[in-house]
């Protein structure tokens, strides 16, 4: 039914038959999307490329290669050069090195789109070739994309780019290394974090060197790529002293949860950023983090002296987090005075809720008719979670958390 409307029906209905059959897939779908890729309607025929990628059948690269080549819809090759790319047709990699290097007389384009449209939908069938030829794997590939980077006359692609180059084993991740040494920034910065994302062995080694990078947003993408495959990376740690405080911020942020040792001096440093980076991570830490923070007094008499001025909030709930019950009478103080910012109240409810128990209970029962909407809302959403996570009903919170809606 389906490739008979995709055969003899209107155009709009053809479009949506081949969207249907790349959907269900099957044998009796493949020679119908085949057919439509000859279809005089080229969205018509964009849906059956696109329906052809999802089926990932073989027996459809002959035509899909004669469609990047012959078609002049530019939709249309870019979804041949996909599915072409996802069923491994090494026939089309001379085809998408020679796209790569530029609008070659052999293909068949769109001459008029420019004209009629002002955009030339040729920049983007250059980047679905990269990533076509980083899908193949083709490390000899490597030099045209480099050379594509380089034309000035052409469009900024180093972003796909560098994608691409770090999937492209051994030649790619050599290029991106080179690239490291570079006199722009800008470069070296998107080179280390493609290393970084890299899953070839030996790409993360050369990421590393980028830690030393003289900017700072180069040293930064290279601890945030390299933190992401593994925060505890020896090799990150001098980050947490880095010279840039913004460096310092992310290193703690992403970092510091395995040196629980240096945050005391994260607390201590002169940066604010740094500072809340580092009571961010303490309020976040694990029971068995805490109870060994804890045991580091110059951390606990640090995180106190934050309890005031821009760091009040994110130091009460640090605080909480270390101290526990012995936190309780200075959060419940804080909380009660009026005259405090709004924000550092309510860091010290959402601490005193951490905390829990009886006394929290009832240091939060008291502000449920606080003068301050967000105080109110914020103590009834902290005694919800505290009545759910009781395991005995009725029990304190939700009663009084009941009586407050009551």
């Known amino acids: 039914m389906l490739g008979n409307i995709l055969a003899d029906g209107v155009d709009v209905h053809r479009c949506l038959a081949a969207q249907a059959l790349g959907r269900i897939g099957g044998e009796d779908t493949l020679q119908p999307l085949i057919t439509a890729l000859l279809d005089e309607d080229e969205d018509v025929r964009t849906d059956a ?23 002049p819809c530019a939709e249309v090759k870019i979804a041949a050069i996909e599915a072409l790319a996802k069923l491994g047709d090494n026939s ?49 590939a490597v030099p045209d994309i480099i050379a594509a980077m380089a034309d000035e006359a052409g469009q900024d692609m180093t972003e796909v780019a560098f994608k691409a180059l770090a999937r492209m084993g051994e030649p790619g991740i050599q290029a991106l290394a080179g690239i490291l040494d570079d006199p722009s920034a800008r470069l070296r910065r998107r080179a280390a974090t493609a290393l970084a994302s890299s899953q070839i062995e030996g790409a ?28 505890a990376d020896s090799r990150l740690e001098p980050l947490l002293r880095d010279p840039d405080a913004g460096v310092r911020a992310a290193a703690i942020t992403l970092c510091a949860v395995h040196y629980v040792d240096q945050l005391s001096v994260a607390i201590a440093d002169d940066a604010i950023q740094v500072q809340l980076a580092g009571l961010i991570v303490i309020a976040g830490l694990s029971t068995a ?57 309510l860091g010290a409810l959402q601490g005193l809720a951490a905390i829990g128990g009886g006394e929290a209970v009832a240091a939060l029962v008291a502000v449920v008719d606080d003068k301050d909407r967000p105080i109110r809302l914020e103590a009834m959403s902290a005694l919800g979670k505290l009545a759910v996570q009781d395991q005995i009903w009725p029990n304190e919170a939700g009663s009084a958390l009941i009586a407050a809606l009551g």
């Open 204 to 231: 993360r080694d050369y990421c590393a060197g980028a830690l030393i990078d003289t900017a700072p947003e180069v040293r930064l993408a290279a601890l945030r790529g390299m933190a992401a495959g593994d925060a």
């Open 92 to 140: 089309v990699i001379p085809w998408l090195r020679r796209i790569v290097a530029g609008r070659d007389e052999e293909i068949v384009w769109d001459e008029q789109e420019f004209y009629s449209s002002g955009w030339d939908d040729w920049v983007d069938i250059q980047i679905a070739a990269v990533k076509g030829l980083a899908e193949l794997g083709v490390g000899e």
């Open 49 to 71: 490329a696109e329906a052809l990628v999802r089926l990932a059948d073989p027996r459809a690269g002959q035509q899909l290669l004669e469609n990047l080549l012959g078609d």
């Open 289 to 345: 983090s805490s109870d060994e923070a804890l045991s580091d007094q110059a951390l606990l008499a640090a995180v106190r002296d934050r309890l005031t001025g821009e760091t009040a909030a994110a130091a009460a709930r640090a605080f909480a987090a270390l101290a526990r019950g012995g936190a309780m009478a200075e959060l419940t103080g804080m909380l009660q005075d009026v005259d405090r910012p709004e924000a550092d109240r």
